[in-house]
């Protein structure tokens, strides 16, 4: 059973920075593309980043220069490092593993 957890998320000042993780199991991680997702209220899904398992990255245009995923298959984990947080970066933000699977989701609130 393929289970994606994920954590690190909550309340921020815009200008302010959060790292999230997301712990794998059930998946052979290291030869997976994992991505993070966003859903905002009344939007619909949409990526913010994607790693491939050689280590290539694809960002939204909206989190270009201001989010890094990054991956450690040792530890079954992505990470998404993000700074600079602007309110509109308010979501519930998901792990996604091999396109097909999806974790919890944790809350991001940027709000002064």
């Known amino acids: 059973q393929v289970q994606l957890v994920e954590s690190g998320g909550g309340l921020v000042q815009p200008g302010g920075s959060l790292i999230l993780s997301c712990v794998a199991s059930?998946?052979?991680?290291?030869?997976?593309?994992m991505a993070w997702y966003r859903q905002a209220p009344g939007n619909e899904r949409e990526l913010v980043a994607q790693?491939?398992?050689?280590?290539?990255?694809i960002y939204a245009e909206s989190v270009k220069g201001r989010f890094t995923i990054s991956r450690d298959n040792a530890k079954k984990t992505v990470y998404l490092q993000m700074n600079s947080l602007k309110p509109e970066d308010t979501a519930v933000y998901y792990c996604?593993?091999?396109?097909?699977?999806w974790g919890q989701g944790t809350q991001v609130t940027v709000s002064s």
């Open positions: 790693i491939t398992t050689a280590g290539t990255t």
């Open positions: 059930g998946i052979r991680f290291s030869i997976n593309t």
């Open positions: 996604n593993g091999a396109y097909s699977y």
